[in-house]
């Protein structure tokens, strides 16, 4: 009968010990995620707060099949709530504007001549995955993908997986590395194709000045009247 009390006071005891060590670690733990969390939110803050910005890219791509590197590089334009301005200038010139109900190809000439609006559910798609991955809208697209955090004191990163089988055909996974602004941006693809985006020279504004607008003003729209009037 005593061994056996003695035997329970033992469990007992290693049971408190046990306790003793656990709930620490538990709380440890749960101050690391609330930590981490509140950072994130941070970050997204951040990022949210710049209304327009422009930069330069430079861009290379792996293909499957393909020994050599495509690469490219140019400038963009992010206005928050409209849009994205994509422009390649090397190797070739080539030109788009993302937006919310399509996109606009552009024409080089000297005055920069836009094409008519491709409101093509394909490219409402891609403006609806491409226009907040650079403007770093993490919300949005936390629609479409589930994230997952790496958050450091000199800079951090997310990895987006998607949520839906249809994006999942197309895309494998997007990783997002920043601090002020995001500077680099992987998109593999299902196939396994690569395309990297080192982003540098940002600058922020909060509107955009009349050329940058005009980008962004498609077939009938007054949105850059305004600029305009206070230019003249």
Not at 25 to 31: E, G, N
Not at 120 to 144: H, Q, R, T
Not at 188 to 195: A, H, L, M, Q, Y
């Amino acid at each position: 009968m005593t061994r056996f009390l003695s035997s329970n006071r033992y469990k007992m005891v290693l049971l408190f010990i046990s306790l003793i060590i656990l709930v620490p670690a538990a709380w440890a733990l749960s101050s690391v995620e609330k930590s981490q969390q509140e950072r994130v939110q941070e970050i997204t803050r951040q990022l949210q707060g710049h209304v327009l910005l422009a930069g330069e890219f430079r861009q290379s791509r792996k293909l499957q099949g393909f020994s050599r590197e495509i690469e490219s590089a140019g400038v963009f334009i992010y206005w928050q709530d409209h849009g994205l301005y994509w422009e390649t200038r090397k190797p070739f010139f080539q030109a788009s504007t993302f937006l919310q109900g399509g996109v606009i190809n552009w024409r080089q000439s000297d005055d920069m001549t836009p094409g008519s609006l491709d409101g093509s559910p394909v490219l409402k798609n891609i403006s609806a995955i491409i226009v907040p991955i650079v403007g770093g809208d993490l919300e949005k697209l936390g629609e479409n993908f589930n994230a997952r955090w790496i958050v450091g004191p000199d800079n951090w990163s997310v990895t987006l997986d998607p949520a839906s089988f249809i994006i999942s055909k197309a895309i494998s996974e997007i990783r997002i590395t920043g601090l002020q602004f995001i500077d680099h941006l992987a998109i593999t693809t299902s196939g396994n194709d690569v395309t990297e985006i080192n982003f540098f020279n940002i600058v922020t504004s909060s509107s955009p000045n009349l050329v940058q607008c005009l980008y962004f003003q498609e077939a009938g729209s007054d949105i850059c009247d305004a600029i305009s009037r206070v230019r003249s």
